[in-house]
């Protein structure tokens, strides 16, 4: 499978599944654009790292995704865009009753308009270069809900919504939009919520993660960066061009339960 010549555009690429996309995207001959809203030395020498180990160009862009023109501007600041991996994502737990505004503001506004707005600016670039991937990060969440995860279930239901209208927007042009829905993959967005979990169940790390975080997992394995690249990778292969508006679970079963 060659990426050779096409440009990915991975957003909230820094850390986690957007970082290992990025990886298996560029192992398979892409160039890369890596993401987040933060503009450090570390960030751009991740990308040059990069590029360097597969022999691609990779570059960073700092964007802060939960404004929608700067969501717009990464796009048409790299200018072409073959594969669009819409992933940034942010994660807050509480009753609905209890959530802040602010954070349901934000999460939906980070994962779910922001790829509205890539979108929007991509797909024309896409039907210009005769060819294109939307590969949008959803989530198990994106077909169940759990409670405590209000704006986050919401927004990831809602980029299953959006992937599909997409997909028929683009039925009829060699461009498929699909979305990923990963189970638990044990990331910094994870990690983050392990302590509060442990406080709240009197549990320690391991009962966490075995019965809180796998419980709905019947596989009890956390599913890997590297098995999430590898499935957006199958999604831009040829095998994967008459896939088109549909998801697919890496969750170890959770969704068949
Ligand atoms: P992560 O925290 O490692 O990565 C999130 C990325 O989004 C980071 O690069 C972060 O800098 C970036 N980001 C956050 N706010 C941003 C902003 N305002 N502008 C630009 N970038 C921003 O988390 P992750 O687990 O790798 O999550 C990546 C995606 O995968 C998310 O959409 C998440 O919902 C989804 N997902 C994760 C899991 C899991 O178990 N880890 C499961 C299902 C879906």
Redesign the pocket.
């Known amino acids: 499978m060659s990426l050779n010549g096409k440009t990915a555009i991975v ?8 970082l290992g996309i990025a990886r298996e995207l560029a192992r398979a001959g892409a160039d890369v654009v890596l ?4 503009d450090r030395d570390e960030d751009h020498a991740l990308a040059r790292d990069l590029g360097a180990e597969f022999g691609v160009s990779a570059r960073y862009v700092a ?4 404004k929608g023109d700067a969501a717009r501007g990464l796009v048409e600041e790299v200018g072409r865009c073959d594969i669009l991996v819409n ?5 807050h737990v509480a009753p609905i009753d209890e959530f802040p505004v602010e954070k349901w503001d934000a999460i939906l506004a ?2 779910l308009s922001s790829a509205f707005h890539t979108t929007a600016v991509a797909l024309p670039m896409m039907r210009k270069a005769g060819w294109g991937r939307v590969v949008n ?5 994106g077909l169940t809900a759990s409670p405590y995860k209000s704006a ?1 279930v919401a927004a ?1 239901h809602g980029m299953v919504g959006m992937t599909k209208v997409v997909a028929l927007e683009t039925a009829r042009d060699p461009i498929t939009a699909n979305a990923i829905c ?4 044990l ?4 990690e983050a919520q392990i302590p509060d979990t442990m406080e709240k169940y009197g549990m320690g790390r391991d009962e966490v993660i075995e019965k809180v975080m796998l419980e709905r997992q019947p596989s009890k394995e956390f599913a890997t960066v590297e098995q999430i690249g590898g499935t957006a990778v199958f999604l831009c292969s040829d095998a994967a061009a008459q896939i088109t508006g549909t998801t697919l679970s890496v969750d170890g079963g959770w969704t068949a339960l």
């Not at 993401?35 to 933060?38: A, E, G, K, P, R």
């Not at 964007?63 to 939960?66: P, Q, V």
């Open positions: 957003t909230g690429s820094n850390s986690g599944i957007g993401n987040s809203y933060t964007a802060d995704l939960s992933n940034a994502g942010i994660q980070i994962m990060l959803a989530s198990a969440h986050y990831k990963p189970g638990y993959v990331t910094p967005l994870v």
